[in-house]
Nanobody, 126 residues
Framework: QIQLVESGGGSVQPGGSLRLSCTAP????????VAWFRQAPGKEREGVSS????????YYADSVKGRFTISRDKAKNMVYLQMDSLKSEDTAVYYC???????????????????WGLGTQVTVSS
């Protein structure tokens, strides 16, 4: 069983930035893909970004392209989501997830992921 832990959420004004972190205590994420999802109240969980374990390729939802950046620090066993130019519509609980079997073509599908963190709240409001 892989336990994922997110951190870094908080409240920020529109236009601000936050960096979310995801780690797996006692387990190496080096050879696993990692994705970030988010879920706003009353909405379905949506894929935000993902990073491949094979070649480091990254993937983004259209709504966050150019504003969010996913990265991996293998030495620290961390995956980050740098979120810039935040908008009110980015308000949600953000989750990181990983999978045993992963394909780039379905990186955004929550049902393709086996392990999830408990989430961290991000609120963008003036």
């Amino acid at each position: 069983q892989i336990q994922l832990v997110e951190s870094g959420g908080g409240s920020v004004q529109p236009g601000g930035s936050l960096r979310l972190s995801c780690t797996a205590p006692g387990f190496s994420l080096d050879h696993f893909p990692v994705a970030w999802f988010r879920q706003a109240p009353g909405k379905e969980r949506e894929g935000v970004s993902s990073i491949s374990s094979v070649d480091g390729s990254t993937y983004y939802a259209d709504s966050v392209k150019g504003r969010f950046t996913i990265s991996r620090d293998k030495a620290k066993n961390m995956v980050y989501l740098q979120m810039d130019s935040l908008k009110s519509e980015d308000t949600a609980v953000y989750y990181c997830a990983t999978a045993h079997v992963w394909y780039p073509s379905t990186w955004y599908s929550s049902d393709k992921y086996d392990y999830w963190g408990l989430g961290t709240q991000v609120t963008v409001s003036s």
